[in-house]
T-cell receptor, first 119, second 115 residues
Framework: GAVVSQHPSWVICKSGTSVKIECRSL??????MFWYRQFPKQSLMLMATSNEGSKATYEQGVEKDKFLINHASLTLSTLTVTSAHPEDSSFYICSARARPGLIGGQPQHFGDGTRLSIL | AQKITQTQPGMFVQEKEAVTLDCTYDTSDQSYGLFWYKQPSSGEMIFLIY??????QNATEGRYSLNFQKARKSTNLVISASQLGDSAMYFC????????????FGTGTQLKVEL
């Protein structure tokens, strides 16, 4: 159980293109989803927290207009990188939690990530 | 603010041996959770094991166990009987009472299992 599907797994596109990444919880309802960015050989950097039916909460330094997040249902959140440029090239990975529950008791389940390359 | 420290950028272990990956943390929260994730070269994040701050017993999950020392604020991961497939990056993470239980990650330890 607790499967998170992320699509696409690999994207190569031209500079100026907008790219949408989908994150789906397949066998549970995710009230909260998280979007991370990871540079090579570095740790995961939280970009934003997405709650179903409300606006995403962005971390300091993350451009809201560049990285649009939508969490329209309990099983789907999307990250759109608008007008992508080479510096946006990175590994983007989402995670989902079923419910807050006990403090820390619910692990985040991760998608397989999306490798984004902007030419 | 929460902070996770992993001081071992890389570790080597021989197949079938046990290995300990270190993790210390800092938080002002009374209740928090501690997690370990494995990230193979393919990129996916695999949840391994969890320890709650009020758990009195060390967590175990198959070949994974935690040496949780609350007073020292450490939660070291022990992998027993290492296998070649254990070669990966390992991240320690914690969540607390604030911020929707978002995770704070350490910098990771690259483990390589050798024959």
């Amino acid at each position: 159980g607790a499967v998170v599907s992320q699509h696409p797994s690999w994207v190569i596109c031209k500079s100026g293109t907008s790219v949408k990444i989908e994150c789906r919880s397949l066998d549970f309802q995710a009230t909260t989803m998280f979007w991370y960015r990871q540079f090579p050989k570095q740790s995961l950097m939280l970009m934003a927290t997405s709650n179903e039916g409300s606006k995403a909460t962005y971390e300091q330094g993350v451009e809201k207009d560049k990285f649009l997040i939508n969490h329209a249902s309990l099983t789907l959140s999307t990250l759109t990188v608008t007008s992508a440029h080479p510096e946006d090239s990175s590994f983007y990975i989402c995670s989902a939690r079923a419910r807050p529950g006990l403090i820390g008791g619910q692990p985040q389940h991760f998608g397989d990530g999306t490798r984004l390359s902007i030419l | 603010a929460q902070k996770i420290t992993q001081t071992q950028p890389g570790m080597f272990v021989q197949e079938k041996e046990a290995v300990t990956l270190d993790c210390t943390y800092d938080t002002s929260d009374q209740s928090y959770g501690l997690f370990w994730y494995k990230q193979p070269s393919s990129g996916e994040m695999i949840f391994l094991i969890y320890q709650g701050s009020y758990d009195e017993q060390n967590a175990t999950e198959g070949r994974y166990s935690l040496n949780f020392q609350k007073a020292r604020k450490s939660t070291n991961l022990v992998i027993s009987a290492s296998q070649l497939g254990d070669s990966a990056m390992y991240f320690c993470a914690m969540s607390g009472t604030g911020g929707g239980n978002k995770l704070t990650f350490g910098t990771g330890t690259q483990l390589k299992v050798e024959l």
